[in-house]
């Protein structure tokens, strides 16, 4: 039925209201959203920008018109369209990200490898929950990826009001029509809080994903999902991948406690540490042109270049590769090897025991115990960094993913302004799939043909193409990629830095480092001087012996935890909510109290213990299951919690005694 021009008006009105509200909300919650949204206005206004899309009024609904083709979003009621949709949508565990691990096609959780502190609570929930029939009592929650007009969004919303809500919209302009047509707003009201994730390339897009995640991360349970468009579906299989990568038990506390352990260990034995502000402040290399090698396939183009004029450069390499040098008489001036693995041993028994006597060897003091047999054995220069704040004296340059971003890392700490790196391809050879240099410490090779693969599954060898470093494009796949992304995550966060980065990698294109290729890089080593320096007489200048602490104290803290949380066992539970409230007052008690130990990073190890284990416990609250909150279930699950912690923190002492 055809609207009278006073409906219409009225209409036009409301919709114009609604958009400013938006935009109010926008400008006080998500600055950098509003600002684009008006930029974008003033731009369609002046008739700079050119619309692809506008939102039109059919008879008695809107759809979004595309310009270009004239096709609609919708083609059909998109009231009806949006209220169809929500009929779908419940409070199981469809339509989601299902984070808790399981064994293997069975309902069964998976007990997190190495995490056996965790393992009562994920029995008591095998034995009790019914895991077929998983229905949740609030979703917690919800990803939307899409948004048309916004209008399924609201009425899914309405049915599930999550506590937590993340909207993603890879177009800007179809977001700015939604402003007109859905009221953002309720989003971040009574609690609520909401992510915007508006016209984000990749990079970005991460880290609006990861500030959900990691928001009330003890939540990551199940993340329910609701994909407006099939060509969308590229956005799912990101945060499937994300959330594969930063799974709490992933990096676990008990490696933490190992690795404070290591290091406690190291500071006894009198090794040497650097330390850090006193890195920052010496700058040795700021006037040095330094080269740094990582193990990719690339490498292989520059080796005898490299052989030629390596006494131009402050060579620096990765441990993987170390090697693959000797074959080629290159000595390293410098060495990083940062995995807490016994594979790293293997890397660096090179055939002469003394082709790296002249070499500095960086560690982070995590060191699996054979490499430390091997470094003492052959009697070579080694100096840790510490891998957290374990001393307080002397700092931490911290920790990155791999090793070669650290070798980056660190050497713009220790004072590099001109840099040069080679075999960071984040891709195989284009040719033969290899995934590493010949001769590498690793060897691995590539399936290059993705047609091989089912279009269903969704996989970490899955072949795609990128943007390349020295051509248009390259192939890779999800495994390499997070080097590249840890690469520009590192960059971003150096900006403070005054630097210049040359890649000549033939692989992936890494946004913040400049390509260059053999030509010009074969001028410039024949353009450089000689270095001549004593690497080791200047690693002694900034790195010390440290006097042994005394943990004392700390054991004391401890034991008293540790016997408070026993007496927690015996605290009488009578409903959920009693159990979350009294849990909740034992954790901020034993907060409080790590805040009195000498090592920070004890209070964060139970943190992430806390993480990973709540997520479980939470989901087990949060159930629709007839009879299972009773006296006797609350009871024991207080009891499987409560021997975890006790377990944590018995671990904690063990490695400072």
Known sequence: MKMSQEELSQIESMV??????????????????????????????????????????????????????????????????????ALNVDCTNNSSFDLLRKQGSSQKLAMPYGLKEVLP??????????????????????IYIGVGLGYHIQEIDRKIQSYTTLIIEPELEIFRLSLFTTDYSVFHKDGRNLFLSIGDEVMAREKKITNFYN???????NIKHYILLKGLDYIKNEIIEYCDHHYAGAFPYSSVIKNVKRTVGFIRDKDRFLIANTILEKKLFEKKQVLLISAGPS????????????????????????RKLEKHNIIPDIVFSIDPSHLCAKYLSTENPSYLKDSVIILLSQQHPDVMELLRKRNLNYYFSQFAAINKEIGSLGSVPNVGTFSFYAMLYLGATNLYTIGNDAAFNQETGARYSSDSSHTQTEELDASQRSENLISREDVVEVKGNLRDTVKTNRSLLPFKYSYEVLIDNMKHFDYNVFNLSDGAYIEGLTPMKKEA???????????????KKLFDSVSKVLE?????????????????????????????????AKKIDMMIWIL??????????????????????????????????????????????????????????????????
């Open 16 to 85: 114009v209201e609604l958009y400013q509200k938006n935009l109010l909300f926008l400008k006080e919650n998500f600055f950098d959203i509003f600002q684009e949204v008006e930029e974008l206005s003033i731009k369609i206004a002046s008739e700079e920008y050119e619309e692809q899309y506008i939102l039109e009024m059919k008879d008695s609904y809107f759809d979004i018109k595309n310009l270009k083709n004239d096709g609609y979003y919708y083609a059909v009621n998109s009231y009806i369209d949006a209220e169809q949709r």
């Open 121 to 142: 609570v994920v029995d008591f929930i095998n034995n009790k929950v019914d895991l077929d029939n998983v229905e949740f009592q609030k979703i917690m929650k919800f």
């Open 215 to 221: 928001y009330h991360k003890y939540m990551n349970y």
């Open 299 to 322: 490498l292989d183009g520059y080796i005898e270049l490299i052989k030629k004029y390596q006494d131009k450069f402050v060579i620096v390499s990765v441990d993987v590769i170390v």
């Open 521 to 535: 890089f074969t001028q410039i080593c024949k353009d450089n001087i000689k270095v001549d320096d004593d690497i």
């Open 548 to 580: 042994e602490e005394c943990y004392k104290n700390d054991i004391k803290i401890l034991n008293e935890i540790i016997q408070r949380v026993r007496k927690f066992q015996k605290i009488k539970i009578i409903s959920r909510d009693d159990f979350l």
């Open 592 to 657: 409080e109290k790590t805040k009195d130990l000498s090592i920070d990073i004890f209070g964060n190890i139970f943190l992430d213990y806390t993480n990973l284990v709540d997520s479980y416990i939470n989901f087990a609250l949060n159930l629709k299951q007839k009879n299972f909150y009773t006296r006797e279930n609350l009871e024991l699950l207080r009891n499987q919690w409560t021997k975890g912690v006790i377990e944590v923190f018995k671990d904690i002492k063990d490695s400072i005694i």
